[in-house]
């Protein structure tokens, strides 16, 4: 039977972590939450950050937009906010209405204030190995592995999901810890065949159940990225928990797994924002 990996707990010691790095800065750092809409899984997650804030030390400065807003007034909210100086770094929380558009929010946030590590100019930092913030969902996944001592080094990686928010860059992670990764997607041909051989599988998809214990290896270490409601409405993620877990090694469960510590990275890098801004 697998363990089970506490993303809660983790995410708890990481957040100490930031409180005391925050505990000793001149000024407290801040953090600029932009919330489009009435999206109610965005709300809970928002306030899961708020939350998060006030338990590190940080300053959040809430920005709850009605679902009609313009482009114009977002845009001109990003600009007021990327020449604040209380403000070390600015989330703009996903997805956005329709009519708004996500590229445009995410090339208009100065990259020194993208704790979301969603701008071209981070990603390419990312990706040549020389990074300034680390994308938090897939830096939450590897602090997870390094707390259970789970080795990447040399290890067969399977990603399922190729976002640009998730799959992309935990691919690249992986790559960088020295994992040898395929990432996977809608098109990929004899998935399970491939799955099969990963020690290390990361879901991504947002498919509920769509990971199956005929698809992992025994003893793989199975990290389920996804946030889904099943026919019940109960939070779920992509992996079929019960019959996956008696084959795994490892395994996070959903909910108190991967989402506790996105937001925890997301903590941990609106303090190296604040430390850059204070340096
Ligand atoms: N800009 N948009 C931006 N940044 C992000 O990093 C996100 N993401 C994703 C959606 N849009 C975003 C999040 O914050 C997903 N996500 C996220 C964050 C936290 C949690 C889930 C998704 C989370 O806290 N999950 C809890 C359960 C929450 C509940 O009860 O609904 C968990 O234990 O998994």
Do not use: W
């Amino acid at each position: 039977m697998a363990i089970q990996i506490d993303g809660k707990a983790l995410a708890a010691k990481v957040k100490d972590r930031v409180r005391s790095g925050a505990s000793t800065l001149q000024r407290q750092p801040g953090l600029a939450v932009i919330l489009v809409g009435e999206n109610p899984a965005s709300k809970v997650y928002v306030a899961g950050k708020e939350k998060d804030c006030a338990e590190c030390g940080i300053r959040s400065f809430p920005h709850k937009l009605p679902a009609e807003t313009t482009q114009e007034e977002l845009m001109a909210l990003i600009q007021t906010l990327n020449n604040d100086p209380l403000v070390d770094g600015i989330l703009c929380q996903l997805p956005l209405p329709e009519h708004l558009s996500e590229d445009a929010v995410i090339n208009a946030i100065r990259p020194d204030k993208d704790v979301d590590c969603f701008h071209p100019f981070n990603v390419g930092r990312l990706v040549i190995g020389a990074p300034v913030f680390l994308p938090c969902t897939p830096a939450g996944v590897m602090e997870m592995l390094k707390e259970y001592q789970i080795s990447v080094r040399g290890k067969r990686c399977v990603v399922l999901g190729r976002s640009n928010i998730v799959g992309k860059p935990m691919a690249m992670l992986l790559t960088q810890a020295d994992g040898t990764v395929t990432a996977c997607h809608s098109r990929t041909e004899q998935l399970s065949a491939i799955t099969r051989e990963a020690d290390i599988l990361v879901s991504a998809i947002g498919k509920t159940d769509f990971v199956t214990a005929d698809m992992v290896k025994e003893g793989a270490v199975v990290i389920d990225v996804a946030m889904n409601r099943n026919a019940s409405g109960k939070l779920c993620g992509d992996v079929d928990f019960a019959s996956v877990a008696p084959k795994a090694a490892y395994i996070t469960p959903v909910p108190g797994g991967v989402g506790p510590m996105t937001r925890a990275m997301l903590m941990q890098n609106i303090l190296t924002a604040a430390q850059m801004h204070q340096a």
